[in-house]
T-cell receptor, first 110, second 116 residues
Framework: DQQVKQNSPSLSVQEGRISILNCDYT??????FLWYKKYPAEGPTFLISISSIKDKNEDGRFTVFLNKSAKHLSLHIVPSQPGDSAVYFC?????????FGAGTILRVKS | GAGVSQSPRYKVAKRGQDVALRCDPISGHVSLFWYQQALGQGPEFLTY????????KSGLPSDRFFAERPEGSVSTLKIQRTQQEDSAVYLC??????????????FGEGSRLTVL
């Protein structure tokens, strides 16, 4: 049972444009949702989070939107930069556990 | 050290061998987690420590997997009689707080285990 799904394995975007990464979940017990970014041969690094009682959180170029009724969240990166090219993991937090999706590879072309 | 340190970075084991993977969390971090990441998948929770106490080991896939953190700092994940399906990257993460409030964990670079 996949509690967190990232249905797009990869996304390619032109530098300067918007990147939109999507994530769906099934577990209503998640109290926080997070995005982690991972470069090759490195561990995941925390990017941004949102409480389940909010619908938007913004941090610089990164904005996360949460639609609880649809059990859907998205990460917007504006403007996209070549250094944003990485694997992005969506995760839900249930207690002290994080449940991750399979990831989306983002390629930002210059 | 400045970040979470894991060793070895790469380990090749023959099926049936025992392996031990080490994690040095960020100094002073109370919570420590082990995750398993199979190829093409996201990290999956294995176990959680608060200081030296193992509070959740529900993610350990079998009794061949054992984790400890005897002094509340360094942790070791041991896999006995390794099988091919154990091949994965094993990630260690730590958090300053006892409760992981917003979900921000600091991950190490991982130990890639290949079982032949």
């Amino acid at each position: 049972d996949q509690q967190v799904k990232q249905n797009s394995p990869s996304l390619s975007v032109q530098e300067g444009r918007i990147s939109i990464l999507n994530c769906d979940y099934t577990n209503s017990m998640f109290d926080y949702f997070l995005w982690y970014k991972k470069y090759p041969a490195e561990g995941p690094t925390f990017l941004i989070s949102i409480s389940s009682i909010k619908d938007k959180n913004e941090d610089g170029r990164f904005t996360v939107f949460l639609n609880k009724s649809a059990k859907h969240l998205s990460l917007h990166i504006v403007p996209s930069q070549p250094g944003d090219s990485a694997v992005y993991f969506c995760a839900g937090k249930d207690g002290n556990k994080l449940v991750f999706g399979a990831g989306t590879i983002l390629r930002v072309k210059s | 050290g400045a970040g979470v340190s894991q060793s070895p970075r790469y380990k090749v084991a023959k099926r049936g061998q025992d392996v031990a993977l080490r994690c040095d969390p960020i100094s002073g971090h109370v919570s420590l987690f082990w995750y398993q990441q199979a190829l093409g998948q996201g990290p999956e929770f294995l176990t959680y420590f608060q200081n030296e106490a193992q509070l959740d080991k529900s993610g350990l896939p079998s009794d061949r997997f054992f984790a400890e953190r005897p002094e509340g700092s360094v942790s070791t994940l041991k896999i006995q009689r390794t099988q091919q399906e154990d091949s994965a990257v094993y990630l260690c993460a730590s958090s300053l707080w006892a409760r992981v409030n917003t979900g921000e964990l600091f991950f190490g670079e991982g130990s890639r285990l290949t079982v032949l």
